[in-house]
């Protein structure tokens, strides 16, 4: 693939994923505002946040790891409808068996996992937790079956549905919210859960067309020994992270009354710009990677293979850096300068107050330091799963959950919450940068003196701009004296981060950022 179609593929993919994840994230945000407006951060919205946090953890560990580390790349290989749909009868088979089992099993035992996921809850929140749990572990199943169609999507990159997946999820929770929270108070949102979860399906059995499902559990289909195999790795990295959120919830949940809400309404701000720029480059590479390393793996060594493929592979991976340092930089800049006020706008209304405020800020501010390594991180994995290595992210993960572990302990005395927020920053740093070296060392050829240049050139460029923010900051917010006045501030902000950043850019020369944008505006146009 030239380096013309290479940039047209990933960047109009990238977009369309980008595009999706926009509508997700700002519907996961209004999920988190309504949730402030309506129930502040109190006992009730903290037992909401640990219960969820159990559904999402199983998500994750059975088939949420599992979709770019083994689903995605082994559906590449189904040429044809058929072949695929007798692959997805086996898989959907397996999966639905296996997360039901689950379900009920940690269902029968949900005081017990409450307990062990956040044991200073007060008992009255505990007691509201117990029953949100065994109601979300329904809505796993449904989101499990999904997640596996949205695989199978992917890897024919039919990629618009997949991205509004989650928006759907998030819409269907604000409306139950605003619905039902007078009849069942912080229980609607476990309605909502479950409606989002019956829509995600939905949303991608349209996807696929005409369904042709046989039951099957076939275990010695190649394919299902494939997955199993590469995705075994995972499910013990996966495992190891849960004992990080485990962790992190059980210090958390004994801090001052809130502190899991706080936490859960900042990580909502860091994942957007992750959702909106990292996830949708990593999904839009992830096809092409496979494509250049399944050819390369014909060889078995990265050094003998045939050059237009590692060519291929390094410049797919390369050009997948350049997007996630070129959008990523100047968004952490632009929300460490903005933080405050960005956050009193979104969420200081109705039971969530100033000193609310002040805490939240102070969470992201911690945390904001991995946006760009965790990034980064988020495509490098991708890169390694391309490869068929699915060990090697996992094991920098074990040594990331310890470095998460020392800083915690040493961080949350003298920053309370915000010390577990940046235990959690520098651990995900820590991985990204772990794993672009490794993959130096393979071989790979990726920090070329072309990336080193463009890295420094947008860092440059985005402090500029963020000096101009702070500026432009500094003078105005003394003049602000309302929501409306503090929306226009911001509003203003965007566009004068935007054509600073820019401009600098072309001040400093960086041809590869026009490339970029041309192919963003000829999409839009279109």
């Known amino acids: 693939m030239g380096r013309a179609s290479l940039v047209r593929s990933v960047a109009v993919a990238a977009l369309v ?7 997700s994230r700002l519907l996961g945000l209004g999920r988190e505002l309504v949730m402030a407006y309506l129930f502040g951060a109190t006992g009730a919205t903290d037992a909401f946040v640990a219960a969820s946090a159990v559904p999402t953890v199983v998500y994750d560990l059975l088939v949420g790891g599992a979709i770019s580390a083994a689903l995605v790349p082994v559906f590449v290989d189904a040429r044809d409808d058929d072949r695929l749909w007798s692959l997805l009868s086996a898989i959907l088979s397996l999966a639905g068996v296996l997360l039901v089992a689950v379900a009920l099993v940690l269902g029968a035992f949900a005081p017990a996992v409450i307990d062990l996921v956040a044991p200073g809850l007060a008992e009255a929140s505990r007691s509201e937790a117990v029953p949100m749990v065994r109601t979300m572990l329904a809505a796993v199943v449904l989101q499990g079956l999904a997640g596996v169609l949205m695989a199978a999507l992917y890897a024919r990159r039919r990629v618009g549905l997949p991205a509004f997946a989650v928006a759907v999820y998030n819409g269907a929770i604000i409306v139950a919210a605003l619905l039902f929270h007078q009849a069942l108070g912080i229980y609607a949102l476990v309605v909502g859960v479950l409606l989002g979860a019956l829509g995600q399906l939905a949303l991608q059995l349209l996807g696929l067309g005409r369904p042709r499902y046989r039951p099957s559990f076939d275990l010695n289909r190649p394919e299902v020994r494939t997955i199993l195999r590469l995705y ?4 013990l990295g996966m495992l190891v992270t849960i004992v990080g959120i485990v962790i992190d919830r ?11 809400s706080v936490m859960n309404y900042a990580t909502r701000l860091i994942q957007f710009p992750l959702g909106l720029v990292a996830t949708a480059t990593s999904f839009a590479v992830l096809p092409l990677l496979t494509r250049h390393a399944n050819a390369i793996a014909v060889t078995g060594d990265w050094r003998r293979a ?15 850096v350049k997007i996630v340092l070129l959008l990523m930089v100047p968004a952490t800049v632009g929300l460490v300068v903005l933080r405050e006020p960005l956050v009193q706008l979104l969420f200081e209304r109705g039971r969530f107050g100033a000193l609310d405020t002040a805490r939240t800020a102070l969470v992201f501010l911690a945390y904001a330091p991995q946006l760009p390594f965790t990034a980064l991180d988020q495509l490098l994995i991708v890169a390694f799963y391309a490869r068929k290595d699915t060990r090697t992210p996992v094991l920098i993960g074990v040594v990331g959950v310890g470095l998460y572990l020392a800083s915690a ?5 003298p920053l309370d919450v915000a010390g577990l927020a940046l235990a959690n920053a520098i651990q995900n740093s820590a991985h990204g940068l772990i794993l672009l070296v490794l993959l130096e060392r393979a071989g790979v050829g990726l920090l070329g003196r072309d990336l080193v ?29 309302g929501p409306w006045s503090l929306a226009i501030l911001l509003g203003l902000a965007a566009p004068l981060a935007a054509l600073t950043y820019l401009g600098l850019l072309e001040a400093l020369g960086e041809r590869d950022a026009r490339q970029v944008w041309s192919v963003v505006r000829a999409r839009l146009g279109r």
């Open 409 to 413: 302990l040493l961080l949350i005395g």
């Open 453 to 481: 240049r463009f890295g420094l050139k947008v860092t440059a460029a985005a402090l500029g701009m963020g000096l101009v923010l702070w500026l432009y900051v500094a003078l105005a917010l003394p003049r602000v004296v």
């Open 250 to 260: 059980n210090l958390a949940s004994r801090l001052a009354e809130g502190s899991l």
């Open 232 to 235: 075994g790795p995972v499910a």
């Open 306 to 320: 045939d050059e237009v493929d590692r060519h291929g592979y390094r410049d797919t991976l390369r050009f997948g």
């Open 17 to 23: 994923i980008g595009l999706g994840n926009v509508v």
